[in-house]
């Protein structure tokens, strides 16, 4: 494959094309080394991806971003271009995206997870010649309908930078996780069975629409229910003459941000009965209180994407509420404070 047809490649995402043949056009002549028979560039950037905006405070990109969309826009924000990267060269802890630009500043805007077939998510309008980067929307699939769907991972960074003459500048796009998925159990306290099967579990929220810094612009009230639940044995009682069984559901959802009105709400299906209906988000960050205190809350939502609730019933299936575990963290609950 020469260099033409790779360049022309990075122009399209799996069955969208992103830019017009007058785009290419108007690319080729101002960088002339995509032609094999002209010298070729002589200027810009080789950029690295990290994502280490997680609890580890490691880089996962290579192990977690399976596909790569970069979109390149001018100092005032017009659409340039997209570059996709894709497969096992992100696996490549080497891997860098090398991009040919006339001297000049620009903005660049990354997702990863976007463009695989198994996507969840999907621009609003595809970004084209003409588009303008205030306009970029990143929306859900099937929002403001019932997500029960484990959704495929999302991440965005973004970087701003210039390009000199005669130089490759080396930079770095640092990515955020946009997708959590969250595991709700349910415990008798003095021990015995649980059956999912006696609750509805439900969470709401507002977060399906993504602008281009990542915020959440109102898209209406999402409900995502359960893409897996069920019971497991987890032990024996104290005595040791009864097993105990949980009951588990469990939640894949977009991005949760610190003020939303999150819920979780379970119900009890032989009378309707709510047996809990609480702030998500604040109980998540019960934990940020006790074992991460020095971190903002929205650092700590964002930094984690993987979370666990014990919920303990007494014997009429009545929450307790005196504590929850979360994460592995036993939380001692103040209902006045929520």
Request: hydrophobic share 35%; proline share 2%.
């Amino acid at each position: 494959m020469n260099k033409t047809t790779r360049f022309i490649h990075t122009l399209r995402l799996p069955g969208m094309v992103l830019c017009t043949v007058l785009a290419v056009a108007a690319l080729l002549s101002s960088c002339h080394g995509i032609y094999n028979d002209l010298e070729p560039c002589s200027q810009g950037v080789r950029l690295r991806f990290v994502y280490d905006y997680n609890m580890e405070y490691a880089n996962a990109f290579h192990s977690q971003v399976d596909c790569l969309a970069l979109l390149v826009y001018d100092e005032q924000g017009n659409y340039l271009v997209t570059y996709i990267g894709t497969g096992d060269e992100l696996k490549d802890e080497n891997y860098r995206m090398t991009l040919d630009l006339e001297k000049g500043s620009y903005h660049f805007i990354a997702y990863g997870g976007l463009t695989c077939p198994k996507t969840s998510f999907s621009f609003k309008a595809v970004p084209g010649i003409g588009s303008i980067m205030q306009d970029l929307r990143v929306e859900m699939h099937n929002a403001g309908r019932v997500s029960e769907t484990d959704l495929h991972p999302l991440f965005h960074g973004s970087l701003d930078m210039s390009v000199d003459n005669g130089a490759y500048e080396e930079a770095t796009v640092y990515l955020m996780k946009n997708t959590n998925n969250i595991r709700v159990v349910l415990q008798q306290m003095n021990g015995g069975e649980v059956d999912d099967k006696n609750f509805t579990f439900r969470i709401t929220d507002d977060n399906t629409l993504f602008a281009p810094d990542n915020s959440l612009i109102s898209n209406g009230g999402q409900v995502y229910a359960p893409w897996a639940q069920g019971q497991r044995t987890v032990g024996v009682t104290e005595e040791g003459d009864e097993t105990v069984t949980v009951a588990y559901a469990e939640f894949s959802t977009s991005r949760l941000v610190a003020g939303n009105h999150t819920r979780l709400t379970i119900t009890r299906n032989s009378d309707n009965a709510q047996v809990l209906n609480i702030p998500l988000n604040e109980y998540l960050l019960l934990l940020k209180s006790d074992h991460f205190d020095k971190m903002g809350d929205q650092e700590f939502l964002d930094r984690e994407n993987n979370w666990s609730l014990i919920f303990f019933l007494d014997n009429n299936h009545n929450w307790i509420r005196t504590h929850i575990v979360v994460n592995d963290w036993i939380v001692r609950i103040n209902d006045a404070e929520l």
